[in-house]
Structure formats: structure tokens, C-alpha cells
T-cell receptor, first 115, second 112 residues
């Protein structure tokens, strides 16, 4: 998984509770991404980061926030989890934009269930 | 556990045959394309990529073909093996864009 770890790998939580997912990379890549994957929707971008403290929204960012205080860590927070946020969450990294090195490599995923 | 769509298009092939998986894209400004393989319970795995200035690129047992005229991408897998069973999906990116756009995927099953 290209030097990417995600934690936790599985989590069950209750509606209204805060949840933080962590993505850690050992590749020193500049770009990091959070996606969710749901049946019938494929992979959808939640947020991404193009450097430490530099983040931007994706197509399904409502209800999610992110932070990147170090190159190697990208955190995804659900401030108040809802059942619609039950999903599999994937982190991805890429080295640069506009070159052969901008392939995105994915982590193993976190399965989140909100009851 | 299953982590991809339950009603994806499915391609069934005999072990040892060649597989061809197709992908149509809509953005004529897309200039970079990637094929990913996703096994059950795992993250997407990079297989091969291609730029729009090429129409064919080969890897180990895989070939990607790009037809920009009809905005079509295909992945050919030679001598399909049981380990090739997975969901395959393409992704495209426009020049300068920071986001990939992913297709829904095709489930490849191998018959012994």
C-alpha cells in the first residue's frame, strides 16, 4: 500500500459522536486525499491537502473537516457522525501535479459504521 | 468485507484467456488516465497509467489502449489468472487539475 497506513481499520460509533480517522505516509509526498467509497457511487473526494496546513474541499465535504500539521499525517474528522457517513474511507497520496509522478496511491481503508 | 458496488458490470472469463475491460470518459480535456485494481476488503491498487500523447502502453501482462477520438480507454490482461479477480476501474485527470475522476468499475471473475 505504498507506505500508507490508516487507523483505525474498523470503527463502530453512535450518531452524534465525533470521529477522527488518521492517515500516515512514509513517502514524503506532498499531496494527500480523503475519499469515501459507497455502493453505486464509486470513489468520491472529501478533502485534499497540497501541503502542510493547506487543504481544500472535494465534492462531498459537508460534515467533514481535515487537518494536516505534518507532511506525513492527514486527519479526517467527523464532528458529529451521522448514519449517512457510514462508509469505507480511503486515504491516497501523490507526489506532484502535472507530471508522471502524480499517480495517486491508496491506503488500505477504514470501515466506519455509524449506528 | 465487500467495499465496492454490489451491482457493477461483470466480466467473466476463463482462466488463461485474455480479458478486456473498457472505460468511457467524458472530459475531452483529460490528459492522464489510470487503471486501478481493487480486491475485496482492500484499497485500490495502481496497475498502469497512460498520457494523452500516447495511444498504447504495456506493462507486465497488461496493456492500456487510449482512443481519444471516441474518448475510450481499455485495459487488456493477458492470460488471466485467478488472482486477477477484482474490481477494475479507470480514473481520469485533466491537465492542471488536482482531482481524479473515477469510473464505477467492472467486476472481473475468473472461471476455472
Amino acid at each position: 500500500d505504498a507506505g500508507i497506513t490508516q487507523s483505525p481499520r474498523h470503527k463502530v460509533t453512535e450518531t452524534g459522536t465525533p470521529v477522527t480517522l488518521r492517515c500516515h505516509q512514509t513517502e514524503n509526498h506532498r499531496y494527500m486525499y480523503w475519499y469515501r467509497q459507497d455502493p453505486g457511487h464509486g470513489l468520491r473526494l472529501i478533502h485534499y491537502s497540497y501541503g502542510v496546513k493547506d487543504t481544500d474541499k472535494g465534492e462531498v465535504s459537508d460534515g467533514y473537516s481535515v487537518s494536516r500539521s505534518k507532511t506525513e499525517d492527514f486527519l479526517l474528522t467527523l464532528e458529529s457522525a451521522t448514519s449517512s457517513q457510514t462508509s469505507v474511507y480511503f486515504c491516497a497520496i501523490s507526489e506532484s501535479i502535472g507530471s508522471w509522478l502524480d499517480t495517486q496511491y491508496f491506503g488500505p481503508g477504514t470501515r466506519l459504521t455509524v449506528l | 468485507g465487500e467495499s465496492v458496488g454490489l451491482h457493477l458490470p461483470t466480466l467473466s472469463v476463463q482462466e488463461g484467456d485474455n480479458s478486456i475491460i473498457n472505460c468511457a470518459y467524458s472530459n475531452s480535456a483529460s490528459d492522464y488516465f489510470i487503471w486501478y485494481k481493487q480486491e475485496s476488503g482492500k484499497g485500490p491498487q495502481f496497475i498502469i497509467d497512460i498520457r494523452s500523447n500516447m495511444d498504447k502502453r504495456q506493462g507486465q501482462r497488461v496493456t492500456v489502449l487510449l482512443n481519444k477520438t471516441v474518448k475510450h480507454l481499455s485495459l487488456q490482461i493477458a492470460a488471466t489468472q485467478p488472482g486477477d479477480s477484482a474490481v477494475y476501474f479507470c480514473a481520469e485527470k485533466a491537465q492542471g487539475a488536482q482531482k481524479l475522476v473515477f469510473g464505477q468499475g467492472t467486476r472481473l471473475t475468473i472461471n476455472p
